[in-house]
């Protein structure tokens, strides 16, 4: 029987991916004031981008305990095998909370078949990872052959991320307001990447948005694989014109022919703000792990 992929929607995969493998989705909450919204049902990421343009404030809260049980359960007494990818524990606690229902249900149904998998990753990182592991699922695999290739792209996948507004991060509590607005005013932006903790970490600050991506270039050079040969997954919040001169520049430079382009997410959007450019890899490539 085919293991069952579930991941949430801190995974920037795209619809015709997730349809063609049957991966299933649970949403994180994204809350306005008193109104609460399913991430991708009750919200997408266009609302959340002209809605934080407006001025709107969002915040996010974790899937909790109880949707995760009920879900499990379900599946568990379907007979069901599967296995939840969540985002990174180091940027939510929604891997805990799956931790914990699985705990529990390992309690009571001690013969079933499923795993709970913190990725350490977010956005189309974490979308890397579910669609490798719902091609490797869909051969018929068991699940410790499954888990094998999961940890595989848990361990190589890079992330690299930047934030052309400060302003939407100073909204959130995460810079102060006067960083911010030099920030702005000189056209400086920080580059981030996650760390092997799932942390997201400032790594650079860069004047101007051609150096910037020539940053982000140069950070693909010098950490990737056989760049050539992968598919790079880039995630942005209504910023084509940066994604635009990204592929150029990477793909003039690295020989890169193949990108997958997908909106930035409601879960991840809320905090960074439109604007927001990530890209993704592979630091160790081989022909067996390709797409």
């Known amino acids: 029987m085919t293991i069952k992929i579930i991941t949430d929607s801190a995974c920037d995969i795209e619809k015709t991916d997730q349809q063609e493998f049957n991966i299933e989705i649970m949403p994180v909450y994204v809350v306005e004031n008193e109104k609460t919204y399913r991430d991708g049902i009750d919200i997408s990421s266009e609302e959340v981008c002209e809605n934080m343009r407006q001025g709107t404030r969002y915040k996010t809260s974790q899937i909790p305990y109880g949707d995760f049980y009920k879900r499990f359960e379900d599946l568990i007494l379907e007979n069901k095998p599967f296995i939840y990818l969540a985002f990174s524990s180091g940027l939510s606690g929604t891997y805990q909370a799956a931790a914990l229902a699985k705990r529990d249900l390992r309690e009571k149904y001690p013969d079933a078949v499923f795993e709970v998998v913190d990725t350490k990753a977010v956005c189309y990182g974490l979308g890397h990872i579910v669609y490798g592991a719902a091609r490797v699922a869909a051969a018929g695999c068991d699940m410790e052959t499954l888990i094998k290739q999961i940890s595989y792209y848990i361990d190589h996948i890079k992330h690299v991320f930047t934030v052309t507004d400060l302003q939407y991060l100073y909204r959130g509590g995460r810079l102060n307001k006067g960083t911010a607005i030099i920030g702005n005013m000189l056209h400086i932006n920080p580059l981030l990447d996650v760390n092997k903790s799932g942390e997201l970490q400032q790594i ?39 994604v635009e001169l990204f592929v150029k520049m990477a793909g003039k430079r690295l020989n890169i022919k193949r990108f997958k382009i997908v909106p930035l997410g409601p879960t991840v959007l809320t905090h960074s703000g439109p604007g927001t450019l990530a890209v993704f890899f592979f630091d160790e490539w081989k022909e067996a792990y390709q797409f």
């Open 204 to 242: 650079d600050k860069v004047r101007g948005e051609k150096k910037l991506v020539k940053k982000m270039v140069d950070y693909l050079e010098t950490n990737g694989d056989q760049l050539e040969k992968q598919v790079i997954g880039i995630s942005h919040a209504d910023n084509p014109e940066l």
